[in-house]
């Protein structure tokens, strides 16, 4: 074992430049070329069309709204700047690799006008500087404007790696400058904080780059002040003339600002606010090598994936506050489960790896990067999800553009900077993360490491990694053992490895002088699991859902003839994998043959004997391909008999 | 067979005079009692507290409201004139027997003050009259004026017969002269209907009273124009400058008026309305002998209850209309099914079965009777639900009031006229729809014929029933025979008569000469019934609910010490039935064994091993007595193993 194993908290692995890790003929080649194609120009058309970037015309008068403002106070266009900043994010992670002048003549576009928006004094958001000068920082609780901020100084930070230009930094760096004089904790500065966090962990990445002290007591400010009591919102909510009390949502639990993040031991409220604020404390723990926020976070970790995640890593049940209601509360047909947040439990559940490799961290990864998460996105690249229903009965159909667009752009940037996903390095260590055909390099302690993954994952399990690096060298590789796989095998060079004797964690570490052509060899079993939920979810008693590998099945209406709620899979029956290539690109599907419940000799709605059964075949699609054929039922949960 | 026993549509049963009816020691003595004693008195103490009656202080300025206008325009306050309406009603149907000087002082009071705020043409409304006089008459879509008025006449009719006294009357009289003056068929006056149905069947009330051929042909126009094309809400929308399409709840099927009521084919829309609308089509198609209407009703009670009814008698899933969505929809924990919707279908199916005697429409006016309407009170009379849940995690529980407080005054209306729904009669013919302990009078042609039940039903299934007459009469008595009842028996004076001869349409018709002390007895078995839901019914899919007789059952958490979500009940497990005499004024609980899904080997949310089952003792209670005890989970639909 190598002792970056365990990293100290200042430790942490670093993940690969996105830039420089590619994919060949396998999933991820596929949708990533999908959405770098046709996803990334297709929202830029969107945003046109739809007027969205008519709010960056600061010199014309704004035009009306679209929809009318909520209760809250918040309309969608409060933060249309931070559908910008995610959308050159998106396109900034494809532009090394695929230089496309067109994108970066728009991004540029963008950035062009948003400097030339920017108020003298830094301040940079173009509702309140077209609409309401005068209201800037007066409604942190309701109004998004740092998470606007936010998300255009993770744009910033992307276009800036991607093209090495500075100018789209230097604005936000000013506008962040603009917020260190307005915040913080020393007098004549208020003491407030966004409700929607995501500026915490932008400053971090700006911090990364700028190495700006500043710039990260920033975001620890943020955390630190967050959830502290007399609430800041209380107060600004009487300086605007309201009553505290007649807070929309009631709970600032809503924002998780209920109590300190220190103190909060259950994930509440808004679930992608939740993830962000949690993935920014993952960043503060590492860089301010601070275990109270660490232990903070294996606790909500902890409360998340063992009594609040739906099996898809779809979280937030609810629509009413778009996130967590009680605990273990997954209700399939009415589940929220926003693919914002399943994406940003996959930045959470990274940034935890990287400080403290463990595969329980990763497999949520790859839960919602094969599910919960990539079926926000069909497979034509252009349609979407904003919800992502455990079952349909055929009304949940996918849209070109929403209202609130959060999620696109979300997914887009999730899929864009794949890469850093797949491995990460810290001093003579190496992490292979997910198994992804193609290549990744990089840097250990000065030597150039590259990897090369044949493999057919997710459809098989076997995958073969070839290392090319000039000097043999001595250097620790962990190697993710799935937490869904019983029987692994690893070979390097031929040789097999016992992975009781080498694995903590979920990660096989090989310490050994590893040479240029040396190749691991490893075998997942990956046979069809019949998974059941903890007795407390109520929705899935009695229920079965199948997954082979990382991917979670349903069963769709267009392959069934008749509605999925229908069918009552027997406990014993077998079920065959195949792989069918002309499914939606190729995927593999599960077979078997169960019983359908028998309609035709009903009379009322109910009776005393229970509906006669007759065997049905069924067939069952991969979750994240659901809703791109004919529209109709759609079933994760399966009723077992 | 009489022939009475297939009314024409100009022929229908009479019910009877809820003032002839009396309960006495058994079910319904306990509930009338429980009604008369505690609900009225402290449904006025709670308008009287709550405010709700300052809105009938004419003289005075209007005070602020309680509560913010909803996106329709609609406040509560607008109809707060229902409350008085429907509350005045329940009051009145026990005047009678139960002379009460001070319930009817306060109603005195309340007629007064209606009395001198009606204005000089006859308009009677509270909040138009004191808030909004110059906007009377022009919004029917949202503001329910009609259906506020209606619930007056209703007050006002049952005020009348129970106390001969007509001031209430006479005002509402004008008041509907003056609708008559204002709405109609005829050039210069309005083709408007109020979207909330209700007005219809309290004018043909009004029509039984006074026989004046204005107030019928006023309830035909109103019922004959809902839903003409184009509509009337689109041209009073654009006479109030607004555009129809931004209509809040987008389609007038809301409020069935989406297309004449004669071509609709699927209930829909909010329930209430719905069921308000089919009572007053009821009552219309025998006053006008219009069998288009009596069709339309039909195919409409089909509709409902073969495609959208839950086991309780509850209707109307969704809380965003109040009311229906798709065929087959019937969630559990987020069902709606409104007290109010589930007795206005017991009116509806009520007066299905006095013009064609049929217990397909009683069985269901049983079932809302037993379940989904009494589901709606407490035990003890004065905590209320608006929404019934068919299952709890334990966040629902009752409430003293509510800021739209239409359930509590609907229920208790419906209790307090229980008579009428026991016995009708028309010609020589009496029908006994439901079983008892007590005595109803009838007159029957001229002949005063009285029948007095002995029974412990619902709890045990034998029915004495004996007659009281003066002189030997030639009588046809029509015996309701259960739909839910697989084995009666019935026996005349000891003999027994062969139920498959005489049964027609869910009746046993027996003519013959009847003399004074003659016996019927009627036996019914009653098993514990386990019931199964169609197979579209995806929420019920695996799952079981009790029953027995027309009692629906659930499990508490209060009972079983844990979530009843965690039962998984054998197919064959044995149940028993017993008494206990100390269960919230005594009820028959069922009891049986069956198996606990166990939680402490639980590691995550999800495994591939299914949880392990232990046996568990349960109690099931009867549905309507739920969240009467300590707070805690229920489940109607219970897992079937």
Redesign the interface.
Known sequence: MSDTAMPSLKTRFIPADPARVTFTGGFWDSWTRTVREVTIPTQHQRLEEEGFLEVLDFGKPPGPLARPIQPSGLSMQHFFDSDFGKWIEAASYTLKTHPNPEIEAKIDAIVEKLEQGQMADGYLNSWFIRREPDKRWTNLRDLHEMYSMGHLLEGAVAYFQATGKRRFLDVMIRAVDHIIDTFGPEPGKLRGYDAHEEIELALVKLYRVTRDPRHLALATFFIDERGQMPSYYDEEARRRGENPADYVYQTYAYSQAHRPVREQTQVVGHAVRAMYLLSAMVDLAHENDDPTLKAACDRLFANL???Q?Y?TGGLGPSASNEGFT?EF?L?N??AYAETCAAVALGFFAHRMAQLDLDSRYTDRLETVLYNGALSGISRDGEHYFYENVL?S?G?NRRWKWHYCPCCPTNIARMITSLGQYVYSAAGDALAVHLYAAGTGELELDGRLVRLTQETRYPWEGDVAIRLTLENPAELTLHLRIPGWCRQARLTVNGEAVDLATVTEKGYAAIRRLWANGDEIRLGFDMPV??????????ED?????LSRGPVVYCVEEVDLGT?P??L?LP?DAPIQAQFEPDLLGGATVLTGEALE???AD??????????ALKPRRFKAVPYHLWANREAGAMLVWL???
């Open positions: 994936v063992e009594r995640l099996v009680r509360d209700p047909e009415t079952e009965h009304q699991d019949r998974l059941y939920a903890h007795p407390a979810v109520s008693a009695g229920r079965v859902a509605e709620q229908r009552r406990a419940a028998q309609a009903w009379a009322g709605l109910y009776r005393t004997a229970p509906p009723n077992e008999k």
